[in-house]
């Protein structure tokens, strides 16, 4: 994901980004793309959001690249490996802003969300919902928190927060960001 985020004036701020897991929608064109397949949606306020879609590597695609790669390098054509540098000026944001999915394993306890609600507080997490399903087993069960927007920094103090809580934390939150559209379906 790459945003460019503003300041004073549109886009004349840091440029954010990040490479991760990304929840996203059951319909959304890049929850549909299967196999070897690769697929970049690109929103803009002017023309809305445009997919592009294409074959990815594969076991073939992948052993073919790196033949001619070997080949390149045997004939003398090397080139850098980064042929463009960034331009001086670009800041880049990696304490990026995005709407979080967290997972969190628990053991059955007396105030264990309204203690998760203290904690997202603390670290100015808001939460957007929560949702935990019937325990059937009282040792054993997992809840799970999605946030209005924040930083990762803020989710990855929280996730540490909860991890402490020795009286219900059975193991390591886990978290990953999410569509924003994820909310409207």
């Known amino acids: 994901t790459a945003q460019r985020l503003h300041e004073a004036r549109e886009w004349d701020g840091p440029l954010s980004v990040y490479v991760s897991p990304l929840m996203v929608p059951k319909d959304h064109v890049l929850a549909r793309i299967s196999s070897h397949g690769n697929a970049v949606a690109i929103a ?4 809305g959001t445009c997919s592009y879609l294409g074959p990815g590597a594969g076991r073939f695609p992948t052993a073919n690249s790196v033949v001619a790669d ?17 331009p001086p000026h670009l800041e880049l944001d ?18 264990i969300i309204k203690r998760v609600g203290e904690l997202s507080e603390d670290c100015g997490v808001s939460i957007h919902s929560i949702l935990q399903t019937p325990i059937m087993d009282r040792m054993s069960a997992d809840f799970c928190v999605t946030t ?6 803020q989710v990855e103090d929280l996730c540490e927060a909860i991890n402490q809580q020795v009286d219900f934390c059975r193991a390591p939150c886990v978290y990953m960001p999410m569509m924003r559209e994820i909310y409207y379906y």
């Not at 803009?44 to 023309?47: I, L, T, Y």
């Not at 390149?72 to 490996?81: S, T, V, W």
């Not at 990696?94 to 007396?110: M, T």
């Open 44 to 47: 803009s306020a002017n023309m």
């Open 148 to 153: 209005e927007e924040c930083k990762v920094s």
């Open 70 to 86: 070997i080949c390149r390098i045997a004939d003398g054509q090397q080139g850098p490996a980064f042929p463009i540098e960034a």
């Open 94 to 111: 990696l304490d990026y802003i995005a709407i979080f999915y967290i997972r969190i394993p628990f053991q059955d306890g007396l105030g």
